[in-house]
């Protein structure tokens, strides 16, 4: 186990791509990747470079570049575009959507998310295949047993849970209601890039509510409007724009449960 949390995160995102590209046959182009990668930590460099100079020029320089590489790596295993300059604008909006979009000395969007959708809606050259690690339970287990141990260290074990129980009962109900066998229903759940939503881009503690009984609202909600947005809308991608548009929730769930804020270390955002 590695000293910082993100290390361990880095690590196993590092692995999940690997095995998309060796395993899963994904046409993903060595540049795509790092543009993704050397844009989130160069937009992140400069702006906190710009930060410092201009509000803690006494503190010391620390630009928090193992977020921003998470970022990227994210970026790189959710996203996909035809044209690098899709990934770079994407990593880019998402950097500095931690530094802009901010409430309290917090960014309440999760930045990949944020990136994510930013491209859907701007551009006509992105897309997110929710389908492209398929139903292997080796994948699962893998992805279940990675997710664990960051969730351990930084304590925000809860969110999945509720997130996944919520989204488990209401697919469940649904499968009864309608008679369906229930391969359809294990079919939905074994999906690898729910776990991944649902382990390493649900659980960002620097932007999800900071109290427990916010953070068990917010993952219910969040799981809901999943649920309503692939169920009534036919949306595939209902997992990113459900935390997207929900994202903001974040701000009322502080103020009504106060509690200590996250934090890895003293870094710039």
Request: glycine share 8%.
């Amino acid at each position: 186990m590695l000293q910082d949390a993100r290390d361990d995160q880095i690590l196993f995102l590092s692995l999940f791509l690997g095995l998309g590209i060796f395993t899963r046959d994904w046409t993903l182009q060595p540049l795509t990747i790092g543009v993704a990668i050397a844009t989130s930590l160069t937009v992140q460099l400069l702006a906190s470079l710009y930060i410092h100079r201009r509000i803690k020029p006494e503190s010391p320089f620390n630009p928090s570049l193992r977020s921003a590489l998470i970022t990227g790596l994210g970026l790189s295993l959710l996203l996909r575009t035809g044209h690098w300059y899709t990934m770079a604008l994407a990593a880019t909006l998402a950097i500095l959507s931690k530094f802009i979009l901010r409430a309290n000395q917090k960014h309440f969007f999760n930045p990949a998310n944020f990136g994510i959708i930013a491209v859907l809606l701007l551009t006509q050259d992105a897309w997110v295949s929710p389908g492209q690690w398929g139903e292997v339970g080796w994948y699962s287990l893998l992805f279940v047993g990675a997710g664990g141990i960051v969730l351990k260290r930084v304590g925000r074990w809860d969110t999945t849970v509720i997130f996944l129980s919520t989204y488990t009962l209401l697919g469940a109900i649904r499968n009864l209601w309608l008679g369906w066998t229930w391969d359809v229903f294990t079919h939905q759940l074994m999906s690898g890039s729910l776990l991944l939503f649902a382990l390493f881009m649900l659980t960002d503690p620097r932007s999800i509510p900071d109290a427990r009984g916010g953070r068990v609202i917010w993952g219910g909600a969040i799981a809901l409007l999943t649920y309503i947005l692939q169920t009534y809308f036919s949306i595939a991608t209902a997992i990113f724009w459900a935390l997207f548009i929900l994202a903001p929730l974040t701000l009322f769930l502080d103020k009504k449960w106060l509690a200590p804020r996250f934090h890895w270390e003293t870094t710039m955002i």
